[in-house]
């Protein structure tokens, strides 16, 4: 009857359902009930729902109890609602105690039930319980329908478990339910998270042979699996297919391909994808900018993040947070720091809230620019801002005031960053304990500790870090050396090198290699460590030599190599020890041991000439500079002799084990000023490369020793010279050069470390620096010793005969030298019973 009292209740509590008003549908259901008015399972159901909409699914559930209390049938659907609700408030278990209590109801769940509970597991990512329940379904005889399995589905796609995604999807036809689009993208994007882009597209293809329509998200989701996996070229490759087919790519299908991009670093593909969309009349979003700019984000490339970043503004796109920290990472990488403090003024003026990153990364900026007030300024504002400094932000503000010499500052950030720091962030500021001097026993100690209780939180950059300044410090720290060594040992035991993009493997082989060289630093020796370490190394050679294709020929000398090198070099390197699949070349002088990119003119090239020996479509390692290569190390222009390369990854990937620990001999001999006493064994002093290819003896420098042997005194028109032999341990940046002139022995005619009267002088007799390599020792494929030598070059022996001996040995020593006699492996000469002073 229209207008009577019951009738109007339930219109009432139906309003206040939608508005989520669940009070008054609470107070006007009970008023209807005691003034006896019809309540059937519609109003109480929509008494519960107006709970749930309103955010209170304690209320939903408390209703039931009072309403079975008060003597009232409560019936299934109400169940199923009250499930809904604690579905839509992110209240799994609720969910899942109300279906239990169905069943004690004398109940019979039905499908609506099952799948209120299993979108409930899926909206919390309890993916377990999700098919759990799927599973009782089929158990109480309830068949699953398409939501059912859906809501499965996106719960295993959400934690990424494709594997349990796929299963479910398979076996919707066993059941007479037609998996649909939603289906099928929900399982593509579960492959995302461990880059199965392979299965992605069989999904894609499985699809359009069932005649189901693919949409955007389809492409979207299967470009962004590519994505993951670095294969950019396939994401590029469903765009062009999107656009060849009746699917219009949208602002997500252009960033999914941007962001695939972007993660190799293929920035020129990423451009032309921007100029395609503005060709399409699209405006690129903040999101697909930001991708952009990080693709530009290294030290040649921060122009064209800058220009993507003006043409935002220009096209009225407001730039937002992530766009904005991409840029600063960009100028950062360029060294670009005062156009990193612009960006900085213009992130306030665009009222954006500065996260961690965008600090840290200004704070790199000025770190590189030397600018170190800057980087305590922008210290003092992450201290005042933010609620914690991380430990990253503090050892670029102590490194800021290293590099520009600023001790005192340096000090005074890192005694507040050892009060400052949680103990589980110290770690990060320990090394500048060897750059300022300022040894803190307790600090090293809770670093040691908290690396002993958490190895398998440090990753390798921070993990060798850690073991080099614990071994500078001459600090022990046995147990964080011990749980460091186990806990990656079992990592590399844990990688599949055949699940890996082969773009990303000479990544991991370098930090393998990292981990080895800072135990190997420290004097420290890990068995089990060494064995998965070459293991590992062994599987990425094959993977790597199995993509080359590498052929195990000699290739003929190519008639155009010397003029490819644009210079007149009479004297071309030369083969001196030619094994399978390794090789000792002896290097002129004025020879560049170059990557191609990195030449400099007024010089011959190494690469170049090799090309010609070795063809890059036979030899690919010598194409790749991401292995230096296939060159295990090298010579400065001006010196002369042996070097050790590779002819495949394989073997340089032994080759480079052996140089991490110590196991190649690489031996000199030099002439400097100065007759150094024989009682001088070796030095032990840090070096720091600094820019346009420097070096200087620094305490923030690598672990460096050199060792001498004092062959001969003799003098030249009155000055003191002295022949030595060289071996080093280490192979640093002008290491020889370096160490001679830093205890007072510079190399004759050594341009950059010795005073320029000094060097006018040398020029009237010595064509070059007197350095050359003159000996090489090394295992080969086999595990057997390997030797090679070089006799001195004719200018070095002209520049010999002009030295007059000190005594009778000293003229011994440099006749056979002169004569190409005096060449023996290091242990063979015995100097002890010289007595020079």
Not at 3 to 25: D, N, Y
Not at 131 to 147: F, G, I, K, N, S
Not at 258 to 277: D, F, N, T
Not at 409 to 432: D, F, G, K, M, N
Request: glycine share 6%; charged share 20%.
């Amino acid at each position: 009857k229209i207008g009577s009292p019951s009738l109007i209740g339930i219109v009432e509590v139906g309003a206040f359902e939608k508005a989520g008003q669940w009070q008054l549908a609470l107070s006007t259901f009970w008023a209807m009930h005691a003034r006896r008015m019809a309540c059937d399972e519609l109003v109480c159901s929509s008494v519960i729902s107006a709970c749930g909409v309103g955010g209170r699914w304690e209320e939903a559930i408390g209703f039931l109890s009072e309403a079975r209390q008060a003597g009232l049938e409560v019936s299934l659907r109400c169940y199923n609602v009250a499930m809904s609700a604690c579905e839509r408030n992110k209240q799994w278990q609720q969910a899942l105690n109300l279906l239990a209590l169905i069943a004690q109801q004398d109940m019979q769940p039905d499908t609506v039930s099952f799948n209120a509970s299993i979108k409930a597991c899926e909206t919390c990512d309890r993916w377990g319980q999700a098919l759990l329940a799927l599973r009782q379904m089929r158990d109480c005889t309830v068949w699953p329908d398409e939501r059912s399995y859906t809501a499965a589905i996106s719960a295993c796609a959400k934690v990424g478990l494709w594997q349990h995604a796929a299963a479910v999807l398979s076996e919707m036809p066993l059941h007479s339910v037609q998996p649909n689009v939603f289906n099928y993208n929900a399982t593509i994007s579960a492959c995302e998270q461990e880059a199965h882009w392979n299965y992605a597209l069989a999904l894609l293809s499985e699809m359009m042979m069932l005649r189901i329509s693919l949409d955007v998200v389809s492409f979207s989701a299967a470009m962004s699996v590519c994505g993951s996996s670095g294969e950019w070229h396939r994401a590029i490759g469903l765009l062009a297919t999107m656009r060849g087919g009746a699917v219009e790519p949208n602002l997500r299908s252009h960033a999914a391909v941007v962001i695939a991009c972007e993660k190799k670093g293929m920035w020129q593909p990423a451009l032309e994808l921007l100029r395609r969309m503005q060709d399409d009349t699209q405006r690129p979003d903040a999101f697909v900018c930001g991708a952009l700019i990080s693709a530009c984000a290294s030290p040649e490339l921060w122009q064209r993040a800058l220009a993507i970043f003006v043409g935002m503004q220009e096209s009225k796109t407001t730039p937002d947070l992530v766009c904005c920290n991409a840029l600063l990472q960009a100028l950062q990488a360029g060294n670009q720091w005062m156009r990193a403090q612009d960006m900085l003024l213009d992130m306030q003026r665009l009222r954006l809230a500065l996260d961690e990153s965008s600090y840290t990364t200004a704070l790199s900026a000025y770190d590189k620019g030397g600018q170190w007030q800057k980087a305590l300024e922008v210290l003092a504002t992450m201290r005042d801002e933010l609620s914690e400094v991380n430990g990253m932000s503090w050892s670029l503000a102590i490194s800021a005031c290293d590099r520009a010499g600023e001790w005192e500052q340096a000090l005074e950030v890192l005694s507040l960053a050892c009060r400052e720091l949680p103990e589980t962030s110290l770690h990060q500021v320990a090394w500048a304990f060897v750059a300022t001097g300022a040894r803190d026993d307790e600090t090293l100690r809770r670093v040691a500790e908290d690396v002993a209780r958490r190895p398998e939180a440090f990753d390798v950059h921070v993990a060798s870090g850690v073991v080099w300044t614990f071994a500078s410090l001459r600090f022990p720290a046995p147990a964080a050396f011990v749980a460091l060594g186990a806990a990656f040992e079992r990592r590399l035991e844990e990688i599949s090198v055949v699940s890996l993009p082969v773009e990303d493997l000479p990544l991991l082989a370098e930090r393998a290699l990292r981990m080895i060289w800072s135990f190997h630093a420290a004097g420290v020796e890990f068995e089990g460590l060494l064995v998965s370490t070459r293991r590992i190394l062994r599987r990425i050679g094959r993977r790597l030599d199995r993509n080359a294709h590498v052929r195990m020929e000699m290739a003929p000398l190519a008639p155009a190599a010397y003029e490819q090198v644009g210079h007149d070099c009479p004297e071309g390197p030369a083969v001196v020890l030619d094994l399978v699949d390794r090789f000792v070349i002896s290097k002129p002088p004025n020879w560049q041991c170059d990557d191609v990119r990195t030449a400099r003119r007024g010089f011959c090239s190494l690469s170049t000439y090799m090309s010609g020996q070795l063809p890059h479509r036979r030899w690919s390692i010598f194409d790749d500079p991401r292995v230096r290569r296939g060159y295990l190390h090298r010579l400065d222009v001006p010196s002369s002799g042996l070097l050790l390369a590779a002819r495949d990854y394989l073997a340089f990937y032994d080759l480079q084990l052996q140089m991490h620990t110590g196991c190649i001999q690489r031996e000199y001999v030099v002439v400097c000023h100065g007759w150094m006493p024989a009682t001088r064994i070796e030095v032990d002093a840090p070096i720091f490369a600094r820019a346009q290819l420097t070096s200087e003896v620094s305490s923030r420098g690598k672990p460096s020793l050199t060792r001498f042997k004092v062959l001969a005194h003799a003098l030249r028109n009155g000055t003191a010279c002295s022949l030595l032999l060289v071996q080093i341990a280490t192979g640093r940046n002008h290491q020889i050069r370096l160490h001679s002139a830093h205890i007072g022995v510079p190399l004759v005619f050594d341009t950059r470390y010795l005073a320029k009267p000094t060097v006018r002088e040398d020029m009237a007799w010595s064509p070059r620096n007197f350095l050359h390599r003159y000996r090489l020792g090394f295992l080969d494929d086999a595990g057997s010793r390997r030797e090679a030598t070089a006799a001195l070059p004719s200018d070095l022996v002209s520049a010999m005969l002009e030295l007059q001996p000190r005594d009778t040995a000293s003229a011994e020593a440099l006749r056979r030298w002169a004569a190409g006699q005096g060449i023996k492996a290091w242990d063979a000469y015995n100097l002890s019973g010289r007595q020079w002073h």
